[in-house]
């Protein structure tokens, strides 16, 4: 498969093995190939799906199993990103992790250190009007 899509996701070291089998369900299910690497020792895996991005409705199972992988990994009381950042991508996700006081701490902390909303505005907090 000529494109990767490479994934990054942190669950408590107690559940990796199930975080493991629920990659390998999710691929079978939208008919993907996905390698997993990662750092055991903190939990931290890395879905990998090989893939052809000029493939329409192969893309499309890829981001519905990417979701699935997301939501699995907070489920097991893990963590969206291990080491790779929320980003763009994620930044939907964000409020299933940290739900609504969560959210409103990390708008706080945005307003203190950046008054004026120059450093990356829209890119992990909605823009305000």
Same mark, same amino acid.
């Given at each position: 498969?000529?494109?990767?899509?490479?994934?990054?996701?942190?669950?408590?070291?107690?559940?990796?093995?199930?975080?493991?089998?629920?990659?390998?369900?999710?691929?079978?299910?939208?008919?993907?190939?996905?390698?997993?690497?990662?750092?055991?020792?903190?939990?931290?895996?890395?879905?990998?799906?090989?893939?052809?991005?000029?493939?329409?409705?192969?893309?499309?199972? #890829?981001?519905?199993? #990417?979701?699935?992988?997301?939501?699995?990994?907070?489920?097991?009381?893990?963590?969206?990103?291990?080491?790779?950042?929320?980003?763009?991508?994620?930044?939907?996700?964000?409020?299933?992790?940290?739900?609504?006081?969560?959210?409103?701490?990390?708008?706080?902390?945005?307003?203190?250190?950046?008054?004026?909303?120059?450093?990356?505005?829209?890119?992990?907090?909605?823009?305000?009007?």
């Amino acid at each position: 498969r000529p494109t990767t899509v490479l994934e990054d996701a942190t669950v408590p070291r107690s559940r990796i093995v199930e975080m493991l089998a629920a990659i390998q369900e999710i691929a079978e299910r939208h008919r993907l190939l996905i390698g997993t690497f990662g750092h055991a020792g903190d939990g931290n895996l890395h879905p990998t799906i090989l893939t052809d991005e000029s493939d329409r409705e192969e893309m499309a199972r #890829v981001h519905l199993a #990417v979701e699935e992988i997301f939501a699995r990994a907070l489920a097991l009381g893990g963590t969206l990103s291990g080491e790779h950042g929320i980003g763009l991508a994620k930044k939907r996700f964000l409020p299933q992790e940290l739900g609504d006081a969560g959210m409103a701490a990390v708008g706080r902390i945005k307003k203190a250190l950046d008054p004026e909303n120059l450093f990356n505005p829209g890119k992990i907090l909605p823009e305000e009007d």
